[in-house]
């Protein structure tokens, strides 16, 4: 289709008379003022938009595959569910732009400025997000692949000190962290008070859950139980590794052989913190192989005979040992902090 034949279709759509999936394949509509256009499910493939001004256009759901959209002005745009596989988009001005739900794959944002825009959803596998402004965006559950290049992703605003990150995701929380006070201090109480407890706490074992939690509220400490004793998921071990990495020490009652070793066999080799299993009297701990290859941090299992046993050791046992490890921690890992000379 010619540049004026596209033109006149779009004037009719203000009109009203959008047709579905208008046809203008390799269309050549460089420099083009489309801004406010209404193409929504037009089939642009392979398109030359560079350098268009396409601001607050309707494209839904609108064929871009490997069309060229570089230096494109696509400010408030509607992109939702649209299908940009291969497109150019480097330099582009993405401001404000909803892409969510789109087809990015393979696309290059090269230096694009994505400040405010919307990608939940959206798909990014082997895209590249190089130099990319993305100040503001809302990139729920995108999907990535190790072939996705993201770099130097600008996450402040122009009139803010450039601060950058390496992924689209974590763009989001850095800024807050760098905002948001209230939150630096809950990390930060986490970090000094929060105690992982982990176990199969069935109806039978429900009270030692709950007695844990009330002694450690009493003395200070913040709980948080994590019951194996529920429906696994795909992302069940990475719970356990997130929690904990969160935790000031972890409480971890193994008197059920199948309290998830697989779980902190996979996290406890990666989480150095203070790792304390507790068992009841009779039981056979599997955590010994833990505590025999990773006992800078993993505790000597504690043998209790009943639940007002544990209580009473509590402090001696678990609690005074768990501070003195976390901090011979602290200091271990700022040795490794210094540094050597070459």
């Given amino acids: 289709m010619r540049t004026s034949a596209l033109l006149a279709s779009t004037r009719r759509t203000f009109e009203g008379q959008t047709s579905a999936w208008q046809t203008s394949v390799g269309a050549d509509l460089s420099g083009a003022r489309l801004n406010q256009a209404r193409l929504l499910r037009t089939d642009l493939r392979g398109a030359n938009l560079s350098k268009a001004d396409l601001s607050l256009a309707d494209l839904r759901e609108t064929n871009l595959n490997r069309s060229d959209l570089s230096g494109t002005r696509l400010c408030g745009a509607r992109l939702f569910g649209s299908h940009l596989s291969g497109a150019d988009l480097s330099n582009a001005d993405l401001r404000e732009v909803n892409l969510n739900g789109s087809d990015l794959s393979g696309a290059s944002l090269n230096q694009a400025n994505l400040s405010r825009a919307m990608l939940v959803e959206a798909n990014l596998v082997n895209s590249v997000l190089t130099g990319c402004r993305v100040y503001g965006i809302c990139a729920w559950k995108v999907k990535l692949s190790e072939g996705t290049e993201q770099q130097n992703l600008v996450i402040t605003a122009h009139d803010e000190p450039e601060v950058t990150v390496d992924n689209i995701e974590v763009a989001q929380f850095v800024y807050l962290l760098l905002h948001n006070a209230k939150i630096r201090d809950v990390i930060d ?54 929690l904990a990495g969160l935790s000031h020490f972890v409480i971890a009652d193994v008197t059920n052989p199948k309290s998830a070793p697989l779980e902190l066999q996979s996290t406890v080799p990666e989480i150095m913190v203070p790792f304390l299993p507790i068992i009841e009297e009779g039981e056979e701990p599997f955590a010994m192989l833990l505590w025999i290859k990773h006992r800078d941090w993993v505790f000597q299992p504690l043998h209790y005979s009943s639940l007002d046993a544990l209580v009473e050791a509590l402090d001696k046992e678990i609690l005074g040992p768990a501070e003195v490890r976390f901090d011979e921690l602290v200091v271990r890992k700022a040795e490794k902090m210094k540094g050597k000379h070459v």
């Fill in 189 to 242: 109480t986490i970090g000094r008070k929060g105690v992982l407890l982990l176990g199969r706490f069935t109806e039978g074992r429900i009270a030692i859950l709950e007695r844990l939690r009330q002694e450690l509220r009493k003395r200070g400490y913040l709980p948080e139980g994590f019951n194996f004793d529920k429906p696994e998921t795909k992302d069940f071990t990475e719970t356990v590794r997130l």
